[in-house]
């Protein structure tokens, strides 16, 4: 570390003895993984709900195009999520942080 001696934080003991640019990687990849998990199981659920607003819309014409408008949001929304992650991906390496290369459902392990 250049000479100096290392400064460790109680606060965030876990990886607090890394360099600052990795626990901010670590940081970043499992709040965004934690995003990810939740913009997921939102999605998942806004599916299931316009399937069963659809089946439930019989012949009315307006219920079925609320299920499917409501669909197609869902869609576009995870598709700014994938995109989301995309950036976060290419980000990471051009900032050369090592965490959030590999942010596919990885944490990098403190070192």
Do not use: C, W
């Not at 965004?32 to 659920?45: C, D, E, K, N, P």
């Amino acid at each position: 570390m250049n000479g100096y001696e290392r400064i460790i934080n109680p606060l965030v003991e876990p990886f607090g003895t890394q360099e600052g640019s990795l626990t901010l990687a670590y940081l970043l990849a499992v709040a965004f993984q934690m995003f990810l998990i939740v913009a997921s199981l939102f999605f998942l659920f806004i599916f299931i709900l316009s399937g069963f607003q659809y089946i439930t819309a019989g012949a009315d014409k307006a219920g079925i195009e609320a299920a499917q408008t409501r669909l197609q949001n869902a869609f576009i929304g995870l598709f700014i999520v994938v995109l989301t992650l995309a950036i976060v991906q290419i980000l990471g390496r051009i900032l050369h942080l090592e965490g959030l290369e590999t942010l596919i459902f990885t944490i990098p392990k403190p070192k």
